[in-house]
């Protein structure tokens, strides 16, 4: 029987970011195990594991990749998955928004916090500048509080 997800974990996700996580766990399921048991394997074949520092890094290894297999498997159950907007007027979790402020323009697409990456333009619907636009519409002006001060931003387009 599957375990019901508790609501005040759930982790808003598009069905990309739900099939990333997928991948990533799938993939620590299979080569990740399996290499961090080879490198197990071979550190014993060295002997004495009280003074041998590649088995005690095989095992932080190991460590490592069963609490990130913990992690996602606990994503995966606890996500819900939010429909990607292609076209409206409203920002929501999964709009592109293009953004300006004084004489820059930003584009963000609004994802969860587990798919932020401001590398990618991606911003979280929990940062200030995503909780700020929530709701929006083309031509509201919002004011946010950063870390660096208050900014404020005008909302070009919505796609």
């Known amino acids: 029987m599957a375990k019901k997800t508790d609501d005040s974990k759930q982790i808003l996700l598009t069905e990309k970011g739900l099939q990333k996580l997928k991948d990533e ?41 069963e609490q990130r297999i913990a992690i996602l498997e606990e994503q995966i159950r606890n996500a819900k998955v939010v429909k990607e907007k292609k076209q409206g007027d409203v920002v929501q979790i999964g709009s592109k928004v293009v953004l300006k402020q004084g004489t820059y323009k930003h584009e963000f697409v609004i994802v969860g916090s587990t798919e932020a990456d401001s ?6 619907n929990e940062s200030p500048v995503g909780e700020a636009i929530l709701g929006k519409k083309k031509g509201d002006k919002v004011k946010v509080q950063a870390p660096g001060g208050v900014f404020e931003y005008e ?4 796609k």
């Open 119 to 124: 590398l990618a333009h991606k911003i979280s």
């Open 25 to 65: 766990l799938a993939d620590l399921q299979d080569r990740g195990r399996k290499e961090v048991a080879k490198r197990l394997k071979e550190a014993i074949a060295y002997g004495d594991l009280s003074e041998n520092a590649e088995y005690d890094e095989a095992k932080n290894q190991q460590a490592f990749i």
């Open 155 to 158: 909302i070009l387009e919505v």
